[in-house]
């Protein structure tokens, strides 16, 4: 169904609306990106405030002497009109004006004229790049209202269950004044409540969660999706399948921190699974992880760490011969045997605790490399991570049978219609076009940016970057200024953080261990003096308020202490200051033993000693600059490579599923 029919409402749109699956050779690929590249350049650039915002503030001109009753007896006839004529301009600017005056009355806050752009650019089913601190939260209530009022059903998509909640019950005296029924979908909810939430008029849920929902959904389906059928059964069958669906389809899709969203975890497929019974595969798992430890890197493996993967020499495959030989069994096997054994060495050498998981309870637990958060529910595949709890000594959760899996790039491309917004995505924006068909513009901020970037600093070891953060934080702190430094990992941030309470230097840590804590701590970051060590999660979604005086001493510093693969992660770092006008700053203070210059720089970095031998210096900016610049556009073409591979591989997977008779 086109994106003209759904600017239709009234239009029928069966039981379960959804688009059919978008399929690409690698010709339409390739047009699509170019035409991508082409369309961001021309269309990409910022909209004029001009006609859409003259004719939201006409309509709003005789709103501001009318009573809350007077105002709220316009809405019947412009949600008959919404529904009835479509999401026509004139209509849309009318909607707009009223959210706008409804908020300014509910929660003290106006929309500004930027606000009412990108409302305008989502409803239009496109990405909206709005600098961090302009107000997405707010924004999203403008195009989710207006569609909600044309009988549209909206899902609003963020990026936690905090987010969710506060967003929903934030936001929810402007749907309340419309008489829109709101929903939030979170972990453990039963079915019926999850149905519940489902059939309010806007939806508030995690990507994770609905995809899942969505996933069960097809579950219960079967191959039995044909409009037809879902409603001839609902009439004659006492318990449909219809009447047991938790979604009522995938119509308009509203995508907070979209780049997170549909970039960053578009490299995890979804799957819905099983446990298999793990009486006969603890031992294995065990029994591969001792012989994994008696192998020698180099000589018997190799690491490739950009593709995360192990790979076994001709000696290493004749020592997994003699060392599974007393075992026996399936170990006798080659294939399985080596690929045991490489799982085995994976989990070794390429997944470390307190970076890429973490142990609660006895429990091994992802964490999400690009937020810093715990994924308590998920699990890696193909016996990896078994191989992780044995290596921990954790009891065997046994692997998982897969019932249904999909990837977010599949599920997001299904909504009839798909909007985000985001800070930080332009970079990507090639990418969103040819994956997703999504146009990005890029909106203006409502206040001049005074965010004050300083070169990046590169020292040769670790040891040399450790002591610059510590006496920069040092002198920084003694200056009375707030400062946010980020960190990569859990055991990064723990490791800063002993450092710093060595040297006497009072400060907060906020990581995956304290994840539930993290509005409260991010929030306090703007005080006076204080240091706020973070993981990449860094309170996206959370404002950090300057404290009085802090203004005038430069505003919030961030001091990264690594770079990320993705500019765009650490624009989103950088983004904590600078907000809304206030001042801030930022630098990078690095070292070439971090994890981005690991398997491309790190083994010059003896002739780089030699070439630049003052200890305790970071190496010349320019040279600095130019290795940063090559680490980064070689991990980003890898990323954008796994992404696109993965797309490839899900569509396979959904034609031999579909072959063989199942729904995913």
């Known amino acids: 169904m086109s994106s003209t029919t759904l600017l239709r409402p009234g239009i029928a749109l069966g039981p379960y609306p959804q688009r059919e699956d978008l399929r690409d050779g690698w010709l339409d690929r390739a047009a699509a990106g170019l035409g991508g590249f082409i369309r961001q350049r021309v269309y990409g650039r910022s909209p004029g405030r ?43 600017a009318r909607s707009f004006a009223i959210i706008r005056e409804i908020s300014g009355r509910r929660l003290g806050m106006r929309p500004f004229d930027v606000q009412l752009l990108g409302g305008r650019v989502m409803l239009e089913g496109k990405i909206a790049e709005m600098e961090t601190g302009e107000g997405k939260t707010l924004t999203a209530t403008l195009p989710a209202c207006t569609a ?26 402007i749907y309340k004044f419309f008489g829109l029924s709101v929903g939030t979908i979170t972990e453990g909810m039963a079915p019926e409540a999850r149905r519940a939430a489902y059939a309010c008029d806007i939806t508030y849920g995690t990507n994770k969660q609905m995809v899942f929902d969505y996933l069960k959904d097809r579950l219960m389906l079967g191959r039995d999706t044909g409009h037809m059928r879902l409603q001839l059964e609902a009439l004659h069958a006492e318990h449909s399948h219809a009447s047991r669906l938790l979604l009522r389809g995938l119509c308009f899709v509203i995508v907070d921190e979209a780049d997170s969203v549909l970039i960053d975890e578009a490299r995890t497929p979804l799957i819905i699974s099983n446990v298999g019974d793990t009486s006969q595969e603890e031992q294995v798992y065990a029994e591969a992880v001792t012989m994994a430890r008696q192998m020698d890197t180099g000589s018997d493996f190799s690491i490739r760490p950009r593709e995360h993967d192990v790979e076994l020499t001709e000696r290493g495959r004749r020592r997994a011969t003699e060392l599974a030989e ?36 006895g429990k091994v637990q992802i964490v999400d490399e690009y937020t810093g958060r715990v994924m308590a529910d998920r699990s890696w595949e193909r016996g990896l991570h078994q191989m992780i709890e044995a290596k921990e000594g954790c009891a065997i959760t046994g692997q998982q049978e897969t019932l249904a899996r999909i990837s977010y790039q599949r599920f997001f491309r299904r909504y009839l219609r798909v909007a985000g917004m985001t800070g930080t995505v332009r970079e990507v924006a090639g990418e969103l076009w040819s994956v997703y068909r999504l146009p990005v513009v890029t909106i203006p901020t409502n206040r001049p940016v005074r965010r004050r ?34 960190t990569r990992s859990v055991a990064a941030s723990e490791h800063l953080s002993a450092l710093l309470s060595l040297a006497g230097l009072a400060h907060q840590v906020l990581n995956a261990r304290q994840d539930q804590e993290e509005a409260e701590v991010i929030a306090r970051a703007g005080e006076r003096g204080r240091i706020t060590v973070a993981t990449n999660m860094a309170g996206r979604g959370t404002d950090i308020r300057l404290a009085p005086g802090v203004a005038e001493l430069g505003g919030l510093h961030v001091l990264a202490t690594e770079r990320h693969d993705s500019r765009r992660i650490d624009r989103q770092l950088f983004g904590r200051c600078g907000r809304q006008g206030d001042p801030g700053s930022f630098q990078v203070v690095m070292s070439l ?7 491309v720089f790190k083994p010059h970095a003896e002739r780089l000693r030699q070439l630049f031998p003052r200890v305790g210096e970071p190496l010349p900016g320019w040279l600095g600059k130019l290795l940063v610049d090559l680490a980064q556009g070689i991990a980003e073409r890898h990323h954008g490579r796994v992404r696109r591979e993965l797309l ?13 008779g199942r729904s995913e």
């Open 453 to 486: 970037g300083m070169p990046d600093e590169v020292y040769l070891t670790a040891e040399e970057k450790w002591a610059t953060v510590v006496d920069r934080l040092r002198r920084l702190q003694n200056e009375g200024r707030a400062v946010l430094v980020g």
């Open 648 to 660: 490839r591989v899900d569509d396979q997977l959904s034609d031999l599923l579909a072959f063989t």
């Open 148 to 173: 909600a009022l044309a009988g549209i059903p909206v899902h609003i998509v963020t990026v936690n269950d905090f987010l969710v909640m506060r967003d929903a019950a934030w936001m929810a005296p």
């Open 593 to 599: 033993d971090d994890e981005i210059f690991h398997d």
């Open 326 to 361: 007393p075992y026996g069994g399936l170990w006798m096997g080659p294939r399985r045997r080596e690929e045991l054994i490489r799982r085995a060495l994976a989990a070794l050498y390429l997944y470390q605790r307190d970076k890429q998981y973490l142990v609660r309870n």
């Open 50 to 92: 001009g006609e859409f915002i003259s004719l939201v503030d006409g309509e709003g001109q005789h709103l501001v002497a009318l009573t809350d009753k007077e105002i709220r007896e316009c809405v019947p006839d412009l949600r008959r009109r919404l529904y009835s004529e479509g999401l026509d301009e004139a209509l849309v």
